[in-house]
């Protein structure tokens, strides 16, 4: 196996290729107002987006009576119907309804929301839930990806943009949402 | 068989060959509105180029700053000369694991590697999680697309495909009815697997992470539930900063179906407790293709599938006729370095008209590298075409104007006279699919005598 590495290592070096440097990314130009462009992309991607405060009540209107929820925002903790220790067992994970979860940064050109684990609690929670429900506050909105990867300080074994619920165009290009993961994602846009 | 005898084959069906063109082009459409609503793109495009130009005239570098960020990380790096070492380092992994189901998302790599094969042959459930891939690999197909794997399928036959394999009603092509279908029966599967295997679309040297982008979440339903992630990576996916990835993830996603970002673009640097993380280094042809000075550019490809859409060629051929595993413009000039002989027809599947260069998000020269190539195939002799002979002959007549008069004369007698046969045989290459335009009686120069001296 080491035999391939240094082989392949010794083919490249040996093209002896002439070093071009690394580009600066400059600092492009940011306009408008980042919260109705972030508003708009959300809602282009199939997102509902709310704004308001993190009151356990709106969240009534968006999720029914015996539906499992599991709220990793310690505010909300109380909407959990699940315990933490439950998330071990995988067919629980896949019953699950709702997932509350906080989002670190809203990017305005595309929506997406940067979720780094210790948000999220299990890696594959935000994925397998049926309604993903992301936090995010107005004060963490970035024009654009280079804003957001430069707001990344720490990094985190896994983190993740989420742009919108799960979809797919595989049959005809006809859209479809719910594809393996979330059908339904909404955004709570906090002061 | 030729790029354009597979090509014949597929232009058959006239009412899906206008559907396949008109809804790619609807998807380059896409694109450019999307890519338009950033006022710097073509500069994101120069940057994104500048920043690959960088990797691979520093690749050695990168790729083994990579495996120590990584390694330090807690992933394991594998290197592998080619497709074959790659699918035995991959079983390898399955055999310490004692794994028979595994779950894998979209990786043009391992179609490249044959890696289904190897894994079936020995024995081991191999499910592509993709939708679009599921469909192919039920019809036992390979993607035609490397970002649409089943554009070249109508409904109707995914329909019957699904009621085959997954007892969906008969004749129900409702795709949301359909899409619900696979949803269950995946979602079965991610919950059993034993191993994910996933491509790669970025790997990070700074960091020694890696990112994989998708929309339909699928990778990340296979990873996070097995205990066991390997990642197939061909070594020209490597970017060096972090920041990078700013540039790379506003180009990937609009260039391919125009939305402004893949739904999911998951950022993988250290395995969840208990779980294991493996990275496979791929060169399988790519250290060649870096030291063919005229094709290395080739090599800066994001396989975003924009040269494809706005191909007029790919548009009307499907992605079969180029026989390889990335087809469309790209495909052809990476194709011939795998195996020259082979692929000497894809070169030729282009009218040149540079519509893949202008689109490419990392400005790579394709319509350039395409005539290259046809450079290369003609000195080596390795052209064999009709066109061949026909374009000797021609190269006599046009170097001689008392032949080029003459002739010329005798052809606008002669071809409103002669039977077809005669006009449309083997040796008219042109003629396959087109009718000659009737001759005028008379040529521009004797018209002009007449009318103007
Ligand atoms: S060559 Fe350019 S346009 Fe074609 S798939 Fe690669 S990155 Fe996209």
Known sequence: MSDSRAAILSRIRDLNLEKKEHPVIPDFEKNGDVKSQFINSLVASHVSVIEGNLDTSLFEQITSKNDIIYSNVDELSSLSTIQKDQLEDQLTLSSLDHVIVRGEIGVGE??????????????????????????????????????????IKELPGFGLFVAGPSKTADIEQSLVIGAHGPKRMTVLLTD | MSHSQKAAEFVQNEAKTNWHNETLWWVRNKRDISTQKIPEWEELRSLGSAVKENVMTNLADYLEEFEKNATANGIHVHWAADGQEHNRIVQSILEQHNAKKVVKSKSILTEECGLNHHLEDIGIEVVDTDLGERIVQFAKQPPSHIVLPAIHMKKEEISELFHKHLQTEEGNND???????????????????????????????ETGGFVVCTNEGNADMGVHLAPVHIASMGIEKLIPRFEDLGIFTRLLARSATGQPITNYTSHFHRPESGKEIHVVLVDNGRTAQLGREKFRNSLKCIRCGACMNTCPIYRRSGGYSYNSTVPGPIGSILSPGFDLKKNKSLPFASTLCGSCSDVCPVKINIHEQLYEWRQVIVSEGLDASPKKFAMKVASKVLGSSKLYFSLGKMARKSLSTLPNKMIYNNLNAWGKQRDLPKPPKESFKEWYKKNRS
Request: proline fraction near 3%; charged fraction near 20%.
């Open chain 2, 175 to 205: 795709p949301q009815y359909l899409t619900e279908a696979a949803r269950q029966h995946l979602r079965e599967k991610f919950l059993n697997a034993d191993v994910a295997i996933t491509g790669v679309n970025f790997g990070i040297a």
């Open chain 1, 110 to 151: 595309n929506g997406a929301i940067w979720l780094p684990e210790i948000n999220i609690e299990k890696r594959v929670m935000s994925f397998i839930t049926l309604h993903l429900i992301v936090i995010v506050s107005k004060n963490d909105l970035v024009h654009d990806m280079h804003q957001a990867y430069s707001k």
